[in-house]
């Protein structure tokens, strides 16, 4: 695939996939998912409207079913079935979107690839404006997808978990990126999920995920690593993006990812962990 030299090779524009609708070997997900503040459903929308051909890829439901935290990566066996039940392989040409573009839909391209689908994509910009320009859209009871095989193998190199976290704080071993809103990292607006604390891990550069994107598509790239200098990080050194929950961290690491930055990982737990247990520091204010 040609890529313009100041754009991501992880993302596919409309006229690409447009181009492509049908072939045999494209696999195309919605990945929709949605805060309760946004009023959105995005299982409910991807059964009234869809992009041909699109399988729903259920955040909230392809996850490890023990634990108690709300997106922790499954297990390669339950991801393995969950993917094959949608009809997708490894193998396959993916294109993951979500309704406003650069959403939650990078989380669904960043399993796909540590779960070893080297060819899945982010579609640049959402469904929302796929919609307004008139480009082709399936509606009525979605069909049910060929089941395949779906041969999962975890890169576990790409993600952080709790201990190591911890580590990273007290050590400085690894830099900090924090996708939530400023005023979530800093602890002027309280956490969405109740009981939360506020705040963020010590150390932790804030990159709201929505300063990645401008109209639903990914910056340039020259334009991303200027977000990154401003917010502080260093593009040489080591970082762990991190979030609310893990979603929208993913955004962070597919524009890290898409400078040719590849010493990152996701920390899963993200602050539904952190900030949820009683024995972990918290900032307030700016970093």
């Known amino acids: 695939m040609t890529v313009p030299p100041d754009q991501s090779p992880f993302v596919v524009s409309f006229d690409w996939l447009q181009e492509r609708l049908g072939q045999p070997d494209l696999k195309i997900v919605d990945a929709s998912w949605y805060l309760p503040a946004q009023n959105r459903d995005g299982r409910a929308d991807y059964q009234t409207s869809r992009i041909p051909g699109a399988v729903f890829f259920d955040q909230d439901k392809i996850v490890a079913a023990a634990s108690d935290l709300p997106h922790t990566i499954a297990s390669p066996e339950d991801f393995a079935r969950a ?18 573009g650069m959403f939650t839909a990078p989380r669904v391209w960043w399993l796909l690839r540590i779960f070893g689908a080297s060819r899945a994509y982010v579609l640049d910009g959402g469904f929302d ?7 082709p859209v399936e509606t009525g009871e979605p069909a049910t997808p060929a089941a ?3 041969t999962a193998a975890l890169n576990a190199r790409a993600v952080s978990g709790f201990d190591e976290m911890r580590t990273i704080v007290e050590t400085g071993t690894a830099q900090i990126a924090d996708a939530r809103g400023a005023g979530r990292f800093t602890g002027a607006q309280p956490e969405p999920r109740q009981g939360m604390r506020s705040g963020h ?13 401008e109209g639903g598509k990914l910056k340039s790239l020259n ?3 200027m ?13 762990v993006t991190t979030c609310g929950s893990g979603v929208t961290a993913a955004v ?7 400078l040719g930055h590849r010493d990152n990982t996701l920390y899963d737990g993200s602050w539904s962990e952190w900030g949820g247990r009683g024995d972990t520091p918290i900032v307030t204010g700016e970093a």
């Not at 891990?201 to 990645?212: D, Q």
Request: aromatic share 8%.
């Open 223 to 225: 334009e991303l690593r």
């Open 201 to 213: 891990m010590p150390g932790a550069r804030n990159v709201p995920f929505n300063a990645l994107s």
């Open 83 to 100: 993917a094959g039940a949608l009809g997708l392989s490894e193998t396959d040409t993916i294109v993951v979107y979500d309704g406003p």
């Open 148 to 150: 395949a095989e779906f």
């Open 129 to 135: 404006d796929w919609k307004a320009q008139n480009l």
């Open 227 to 239: 977000v990154f200098e401003s917010s502080g990080l260093d593009l040489q050194k080591p970082v």
């Open 252 to 258: 962070i690491t597919l524009a890290l990812q898409s």
